[in-house]
């Protein structure tokens, strides 16, 4: 696609990490204005050097692109690609008033964060994204893509279609396979009901997804059934035979991201991801035995 000025966008990226650098990169290779927000050493080594992607999917390149500790201007949008645990602080990069009319599109797990954000943004403005995609910072501006694949679903009830389909053109345009959903609540369900067994079983017993699969498949399957059940009466999918499918393609080696931050000793999204499917199931009086004992046993080991 050749842009022109009427389709060519200004998009910051609060959050130039992995999965944010990777974005970043795809945009500005394409011909979009790309601003990455970050800390002042990031910052710094951004301006300096720009973004270095190694992919199988897009091939090996290096882009310029623009950064600052803070937005100074409108955008058309800005991609959240930082975590949970980090959210409230590095919202202070991106002031309402500057955002404007711009999209504020965040692609975090979990359910619950749209609402908070449309606390302090225009709530019409506020588009959830689902990614899938493993991408790693290896160093600032350094992106490790390891993936075939790279997909957004975009949502929002409240944003103009206007507004999602110019996004989801900017981001095919760019490479990544993006669809335009129309149930919000739907769409951020179906990964909920995928991730959240993976991610806190992985992380509990500290294993890789082929030892899970095997050694604890009726716990596994059990979560499975719960979340499912969960994101069935929030209005998502609820088969969980698609989710425990899905996991027995995963390669033995295969972590999640929670189990990751925990090797590392990071904060985890423990509360956002589980916590929240807690919240959820006592909201609409669904029964969670299996994921309310593994959430209380990663609390007690200090997660």
Not at 55 to 64: A, E, Q, R, Y
Request: one cysteine or more; aromatic letters at 2%.
């Amino acid at each position: 696609m050749t842009l022109t000025t009427q389709n060519r966008l200004t998009v910051a990226v609060l959050g130039p990490g992995g999965v944010g650098g990777l974005l970043a990169a795809l945009l500005a290779r394409a011909g979009h204005r790309v601003i990455c927000l970050a800390g002042e050493n990031t910052a710094d080594a951004l301006r300096g050097t720009g973004i270095s992607v190694r992919s199988g999917l897009f091939g090996d390149f290096t882009v310029p692109v623009e950064a600052d500790t803070e937005l100074r201007e409108p955008a058309d949008a800005c991609l959240v690609a930082v975590k949970h645990t980090a959210l409230d602080a590095a919202l202070t990069r991106v002031p309402p008033a500057v955002l404007g009319d711009g999209l504020l599109v965040p692609l975090l797990n979990g359910v619950e964060h749209p609402a908070h954000l449309r606390e302090r943004y225009r709530p019409d403005r506020v588009a959830p994204a689902v990614i899938r995609v493993e991408s790693t910072r290896t160093a600032p501006g350094v992106i490790e893509h390891g993936t075939a694949f790279a997909e957004v679903d975009l949502t929002g009830d409240p944003v103009p279609q206007d507004r999602l389909t110019a996004l989801a053109e900017a981001l095919s345009g760019a490479g990544v396979t993006t669809r335009v959903r129309a149930d919000e609540a739907a769409t951020l369900w179906a990964k909920m009901a995928f991730l959240a067994p993976m991610a806190l079983l992985t992380t509990r017993h500290g294993l890789p997804m082929g030892e899970l699969r095997t050694r604890h498949r009726d716990e596994l399957t059990a979560l499975a059934e719960e979340t499912a059940a969960v994101s069935h009466a929030c209005g998502g999918p609820g088969d969980p035979t698609a989710s425990l499918a899905r996991y027995d393609t995963f390669p033995a080696a295969t972590k999640s991201s929670m189990q990751r931050d925990a090797e590392a000793g990071r904060p985890l999204e423990l509360d956002a991801i589980g916590g929240a499917l807690l919240r959820a199931a006592q909201r609409h009086g669904v029964p969670v035995p299996v994921a309310s004992r593994v959430v209380r046993e990663l609390r007690e080991a200090g997660h």
